[in-house]
């Protein structure tokens, strides 16, 4: 039987082109970390909140979509996980979906963050897979920023009104008063 497993990062510097966070189970707290990578360098099955981070991208200048920042791996209802990324900036070169429905209920928040031009316009990408777009959580609320425009995000994302951002929005959503050291 595994133990649920419950990490807090601050001030975190990783570098790697593929996946150097892998918040596969459990709860996890990043704060003021610098993520950077290219294909899928934030993934997992975690229940993770990502604050005041910066999550660069490095990949070619390209016209076509040739980066990807999350990849969650939610694979049904009952599971209690998702990325939340609250007051994050996305930085770097390339161009970036946000995330990928790696598995069918993939859940990833995006609330506050300075999106630079480098996020597709598309925004997220099902991965070959049209049934998970029914069954994806993919959100945003109170982004800006050049990559920020949802005008021509997928039809199966969501921009969030305040109620619905709200459970997503700090560290409650990952139970922080129950064990992180300093809560913030």
């Keep these: ?9 601050w001030v975190a510097d990783s570098s ?8 596969t189970k459990g709860r996890h707290f990043f704060k003021e970390c610098f993520i950077q990578g290219s294909v899928d360098f934030i993934y997992g099955n975690g ?7 910066i999550l660069n991208v490095v990949a070619q200048k ?3 979509v040739n980066a990807i920042i999350t990849a969650h791996g939610r694979t049904s209802l009952k599971e209690n996980t998702g990325f939340s990324f ?23 928040v995006f609330i506050n963050a300075n999106m630079s031009g480098l996020v597709s316009k598309k925004g997220w990408n099902d991965f ?29 994302s969501k921009q969030l009104t305040l109620d619905k951002a709200t459970p997503f929005m700090n560290t409650s959503y990952i139970e922080g008063e ?7």
């Design 86 to 108: 609250v007051n994050c900036k996305i930085t770097g070169t390339g161009n970036a979906w946000l995330g990928r429905a790696w598995h069918p209920f993939a859940t990833v």
């Design 1 to 9: 039987m595994c133990r649920e497993i419950k990490l807090p990062f």
């Design 128 to 156: 070959g897979n049209r049934s998970s777009e029914k069954t994806v959580f993919f959100g945003e609320y109170g982004c800006y920023g050049e990559g920020a425009s949802h005008s021509e995000r997928v039809k199966y």
């Design 62 to 64: 390209s016209q076509s």
């Design 47 to 53: 229940r993770s909140l990502f604050e005041d981070c």
């Design 16 to 23: 790697v082109t593929k996946t150097p966070y892998w918040p």
């Design 178 to 184: 129950t064990w992180l050291p300093i809560h913030t």
